[in-house]
């Protein structure tokens, strides 16, 4: 890997707004995805998620947007497990 990773953006707050009844703060997967495409665009290529974000629809639209507009191996991806 070349870059640092001294940047991090955190996913609580994508997904689809029409699934849960949280908020109008949430935001749909094509509108998260162009968060993620501008992050990477200026060097954030660390991104922290986890199962428990909208039952795990963070971790699913982030694994889409890097698919998409990274190279997986420039990007690390930090998440949790949770379980009772």
């Known amino acids: 890997m070349k870059k ?3 940047i991090l953006m955190a996913f609580i707050s994508i997904l689809y707004p029409d699934k849960w009844s949280r908020g109008k703060w ?6 998260s995805k162009k968060i993620i495409k ?3 665009d200026l060097g954030i290529n660390f991104f922290d998620t986890a199962d428990v974000y909208f039952l ?3 971790e699913c639209i982030l694994g889409k947007a ?3 507009y ?3 191996e420039e990007v690390v991806i930090a ?3 949770f379980f009772q």
Do not use: C, Q
Not at 26 to 31: G, N, P, S
């Open 4 to 6: 640092s990773f001294s």
């Open 26 to 31: 949430i935001l749909k997967e094509e509108e």
């Open 38 to 40: 501008k992050a990477l």
């Open 56 to 58: 795990g629809e963070s």
């Open 66 to 68: 890097i698919k998409e």
């Open 70 to 72: 990274a190279d997986r």
């Open 79 to 81: 998440t949790k497990v």
